[in-house]
């Protein structure tokens, strides 16, 4: 089918990582009628865990609610690798046939909504293996994530440019880098440096990582001994199942635990590390200024971060930087680190929907000004649904709430002969609110491009599993905050 000889399709999803071919599944398990393609910008399926070729990459959420509850997870690891998460991706989209429906470095610039057309026209960027190309659809699906995949963040660094080693971004790892026998120097204290540390020091001579501020670690196992017994005696969806409920539910009470009791949950913490580490714990450099959970735990698995400081390999140091040196770092302190390797480990650039700014009936629409309804669709936007994962617990809980609720949104819309479907905000019943309650510093730089929430329910996005279950899972579509016409 076709308009001026422009491809149409019922659906379009942005993206082929874990959200993509989530949203392909649930689009085809749902709406078996629906025609639909995946567009992805790259050159491969995987997102993330394509784009990131770091030594030591691996999840910062157990595989059990980060993988698909559709598919199970087979390796023993909960606590999984980059490869190895790639892997199970590449196999879930050839499992549902999804593969085939991915096009390759299609990144999508422009995305215009007709009133009257009731479609969206969809813009391709000219590449070497695909020519300018314009697609139309009747929905859009944004799986592309929220951070920015052409670079990361990385401050404004004084004499930067006087260091005479290797300064990278992870984002934008050289895979051909040698950094064996090497002094390096990670800045950061997130997930990827807290991964990076103890990997680069089975190699490098020293590694350090240097941190501002410190971040609530949590160390456990690799494997999940309960999900691998389960395993044994289950069928495999039986056990994958078992294995998720436990862990959303572990993941949940720790999270309430830490804002109804901060103070004892970060000596709890704390009390973890120091019998770990013993005479080399140091309370400065595991002591955050704010309480667990205001910003994303770090996962320490098989207590490797500390096995790299005990074995001299690895060292902490909480300080600031006054400037790059010839040789490393100066410290506002008055030390100086030396090193042959720096990386950047300073966070993500948000970017939402791939970078495309919409525009409805000509005029463009500011993400910002905008509502999340039930964190899945924008209100006074059109046949649009988007995933974003939680900031709280594994990226795919949410993810597959939301694209089973645009599925079923879909279909409705099928069954009820409706060609649009837009989420309605009523500013005199609910109050504005930022999106996240979050103090991580890639959200506070994004302030001005998130979407707002509203105070309550349908358009406060609650960051928790069980409430968004019943919300985007149990409760019906026919909703009179989202108008079907």
């Given amino acids: 089918m076709s308009v001026n000889q422009i491809p149409v399709y019922d659906v379009i999803i942005i993206g082929a990582g874990i959200s993509g071919i989530c949203a392909g599944y649930h689009t085809q398990d749902k709406c078996p009628n629906k025609s639909f393609l995946i567009l992805e910008?790259?050159?491969?399926?995987?997102?993330?865990?394509?784009?990131?070729?770091?030594?030591?990459?691996?999840?910062?959420?157990?595989?059990?609610?980060?993988?698909?509850?559709?598919?199970?997870?087979?390796?023993?690891?909960?606590?999984?690798?980059?490869?190895?998460?790639?892997?199970?991706i590449k196999e879930t989209a050839k499992e549902f046939n999804l593969d085939s429906k991915i096009r390759y470095n299609h990144k999508v610039t422009d995305a215009s909504w007709d009133s009257k057309e009731k479609m969206w026209t969809i813009e391709i960027k000219d590449h070497a293996d695909v020519n300018n190309m314009t697609i139309k659809t009747k929905f859009i699906f944004a799986c592309s994530g929220y951070y920015n995949y052409d670079e990361g963040f990385t401050p404004d660094f004084k004499g930067i440019e006087d260091f005479r080693g290797t300064v990278l971004h992870p984002q934008k790892?050289?895979?051909?880098?040698?950094?064996?026998?090497?002094?390096?120097?990670?800045?950061?204290?997130?997930?990827?440096?807290?991964?990076?540390?103890?990997e680069m020091s089975k190699k490098a001579n020293q590694v350090t990582m240097l941190q501002r501020s410190p971040t609530y670690i949590f160390n456990m196992p690799s494997e999940d001994i309960i999900a691998n017994f389960f395993k044994k005696i289950f069928p495999a969806k039986t056990a994958h199942s078992l294995s998720r409920r436990k862990n959303v539910q572990l993941s949940i009470w720790i999270y309430k635990a830490c804002k109804k009791w901060p103070d004892k949950m970060a000596a709890f913490f704390k009390k973890k590390i120091k019998k770990e580490l013993g005479?080399?714990?140091?309370?400065?450099?595991?002591?955050?200024?704010?309480?667990?959970?205001?910003?994303?735990?770090?996962?320490?698995?098989?207590?490797?971060?500390?096995?790299?400081?005990?074995?001299?390999?690895?060292?902490?140091?909480?300080d600031t930087i006054d400037r790059f040196t010839e040789k490393?770092?100066?410290?506002?302190?008055?030390?100086?680190?030396?090193?042959?390797i720096i990386v950047t480990a300073t966070g993500l650039k948000i970017q939402l929907i791939g970078g495309v700014k919409p525009k409805i009936d000509g005029k463009e629409v500011h993400t910002g000004k905008l509502h999340a309804y039930k964190g899945a669709m924008f209100g006074g936007v059109p046949n649009m649904a988007f995933t974003v994962g939680y900031t709280n617990a594994s990226w795919t809980l949410k993810?597959?709430?939301?694209?089973?609720?645009?599925?079923?949104?879909?279909?409705?819309?099928?069954d009820n002969n409706y060609e649009v479907c837009t989420p309605k905000f009523d500013p005199q019943k609910f109050a504005t609110e930022p999106l996240l309650d979050f103090d991580a510093g890639y959200i506070k730089r994004s302030l001005d491009i998130l979407p707002k929430q509203g105070d309550k329910a349908p358009w406060k996005v609650y960051q928790n599993y069980h409430k968004d279950v019943k919300m985007l899972n149990t409760d019906t579509v026919d909703d009179k905050y989202l108008e079907y016409s």
């Fill in 328 to 340: 490393g770092i100066l410290l506002n302190s008055g030390k100086e680190l030396e090193a042959d």
């Fill in 173 to 198: 790892w050289d895979t051909n880098l040698d950094y064996t026998d090497k002094k390096v120097i990670v800045i950061g204290s997130g997930a990827t440096a807290v991964t990076l540390v103890p």
């Fill in 279 to 318: 005479e080399l714990y140091k309370e400065e450099d595991f002591s955050p200024k704010y309480n667990p959970w205001d910003q994303r735990l770090c996962l320490v698995p098989d207590n490797d971060l500390f096995d790299a400081m005990k074995s001299g390999k690895a060292k902490i140091v909480t």
């Fill in 399 to 414: 993810c597959d709430l939301n694209c089973s609720f645009a599925s079923e949104v879909l279909k409705y819309m099928d």
């Fill in 41 to 88: 910008a790259r050159a491969a399926m995987g997102g993330t865990w394509d784009l990131f070729k770091y030594p030591g990459i691996r999840s910062d959420s157990d595989m059990y609610t980060l993988g698909f509850p559709f598919f199970p997870w087979k390796n023993p690891k909960a606590i999984a690798d980059g490869p190895s998460i790639l892997s199970y």
